[in-house]
């Protein structure tokens, strides 16, 4: 980060000081969980906010200390009260790499929301913009111009991406290369499940950018979703996050006509009970590579800032 963001971030977490933690619960959104920053450094996939095992007792033992409660927009509403200040930790897309969440679950006894792209979870195929990264990389391609194609692709249809992808870098580029960038098995999503610590919520069949299809693309995309999710692990998911935040008038009815209750969006503000009927609940990112204090303080501020 450049000295003068880090200076701008810094006077703003020196004014959250001024007003914060207002009753409310304040999503999280997380993607992969990193064992270290050599794992990152290795560059299986694109390690997005680069967070690792530390990182994420930082940021928990932040707001654990600040009194806020954890809880899972899966439990509904239960215990939650409009006095309270809580947090949700959500991960997207459903990477292997997660379940080296459950030790700090179990020892913070807290829980968190798993978003599952189920049909890369059943077919275990890699996530594509993994793939655009992985193999632009190692041809030697920089940041900026692997962050533009990925761009380019988002809105082109799910198929469209894929054959993109084979046509360009060979049939087997969706293969896992290890532990890293591939996403859990169903049997290792089934234990992991079991877990009281551990929900399971909806992030569609094939990740589909809802506000891009048609509404019966979108049903069809949630359903799928719901019906694996069920048959692996026996209950509906009551929460969708919509892939990359992407979410529309229509996508919510897709959602709420598929019996979810909860749906979850990439805006950076505060949500307020109740969660039931809450389809924008907004989540704030974390990044690995900035101050995890400076950061919390900053989400915890009742202040835009
Ligand atoms: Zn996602």
């Known amino acids: 980060m450049s000295f003068r ?32 920053t050599g794992e990152i450094a290795r560059q299986h996939l694109d390690a997005q906010q680069g967070i690792t095992l530390e990182h994420m007792r930082g940021f928990i033992e932040e707001f654990l200390d600040a009194g806020y409660h954890f809880i899972s927009p899966e439990q509904g509403d239960q215990g939650v009260t409009p006095e309270g200040r809580y ?14 969440m459950l030790p700090l679950l179990k020892e913070y006894d807290i829980p968190a929301t798993f978003y599952i792209t189920t049909g890369n979870v059943e077919q275990q195929e890699c996530f594509w913009w993994d793939v655009i990264y992985r193999e632009r990389i190692r041809r030697g391609a920089q940041k900026p111009e692997i962050s533009r194609e990925q ?5 082109k249809h799910h198929l469209d ?10 049939d087997n580029c969706l293969h896992p ?15 992991f499940a079991s877990h009281p610590q551990v929900h399971i919520g909806n992030h569609t069949r094939n990740h589909y950018l809802l506000d891009r299809y048609t509404y019966t693309e979108m049903l069809e995309q949630i359903q799928l979703a719901q019906n694996d ?15 990359n935040g992407n979410f529309s008038k229509q996508a919510m009815d897709a959602a709420y006509n598929s019996g979810l209750k909860c749906g979850l969006t990439l805006l950076k503000n505060k949500s307020h009970p109740p969660l039931a009927g809450n389809y924008e609940m907004g989540r704030f990112t974390l990044w690995g590579n900035q101050d995890i204090h400076t950061q919390c303080n900053i989400f915890r501020s009742d202040i835009p800032l």
Request: aromatic letters at 10%.
């Open 5 to 36: 963001k880090r200076l701008k971030q810094q006077l703003r977490s020196g004014l959250s000081l001024l007003h914060r933690d207002s009753p409310a619960i304040l999503g999280f959104l997380f993607h992969g969980l990193f064992d270290d």
């Open 87 to 100: 947090a949700c930790i959500t991960f997207d897309d459903g990477y292997a790499n997660n379940l080296r």
């Open 151 to 155: 761009k380019m692709l988002k809105d």
């Open 161 to 170: 991406i894929i054959t993109y992808l084979t046509e360009k870098f060979g």
């Open 177 to 191: 290369w290890s532990d890293t960038d591939r996403p859990m098995t169903i049997d290792e999503l089934k234990e």
């Open 229 to 243: 999710i069920s048959k692996w692990i026996g209950r509906h998911p009551i929460s969708i996050a919509y892939p």
